[in-house]
């Protein structure tokens, strides 16, 4: 393997198509562990597309120090997944949050900097008022509430549910708002 590194480093220090490293690095997986049966064109396609992205990403070195630490883990060329050579070359797949999650965000930052209890011990949306030290204060305004979020919110006792919730119940909040804004999302 090394040898086939080296003597492909004028290809990858020449600033070559992501593509043909993509390939020349599947290659040298296919020449090291053979199989009786070959890949179809559009899987082969498809492989090679996501491989050129992880070149693009990583940059050719990492992508091809990636594949030969793919090759050295695994047992058979099934092992050397698209998974296995993003993780190898340091790239990790990191899901987008759901959006009931999303939800919760902002519903902890509204309460977070927005509901303040006015003089009667009503709790209220109210400005944010920052300083940055100076006599100039950084108002931000209370953001629009969209409608399945007032919803949940409502449906666990409001603001001042939210504001009085002791700490170690707070996971426990986390959990109901996301069962009800997904009842009311669908």
């Not at 509901?115 to 400005?127: I, K, N, S, W």
Request: charged share 25%; aromatic share 10%.
């Amino acid at each position: 393997m090394n040898t086939l590194v080296s003597a492909n480093a004028a290809l990858i220090h020449a600033n070559a198509e992501p593509e043909k490293i993509a390939a020349l690095g599947w290659q040298a997986v296919r020449e090291l562990f053979p199989v009786r049966e070959a890949e179809s064109d559009l899987a082969l396609k498809l492989r090679l597309e996501m491989l050129s992205d992880i070149v693009r990403e990583a940059g050719a070195e990492r992508f091809m120090a990636a594949i030969k630490l793919a090759v050295t883990q695994s047992r058979n060329r099934h092992d050397v997944s698209i998974f296995r050579i993003r993780e190898c070359a340091g790239l990790r797949y990191v899901p987008e949050p759901a959006p009931a999650y999303k939800a919760w965000q902002f519903v902890t930052q509204v309460k977070d900097r927005h509901v303040r209890r006015d003089p009667e011990g009503f709790y209220r949306l109210e400005p944010w008022y920052t300083s940055n030290g100076t006599d100039v204060a950084t108002v931000t305004e209370v953001p629009a509430i969209p409608e399945p979020i007032k919803r949940a919110v409502q449906a666990l006792g409001g603001w001042a549910a939210l504001a009085t919730c002791p700490a170690e119940f707070w996971h426990q909040r986390m959990k109901d708002f996301i069962s009800v804004y997904n009842e009311s999302e669908q």
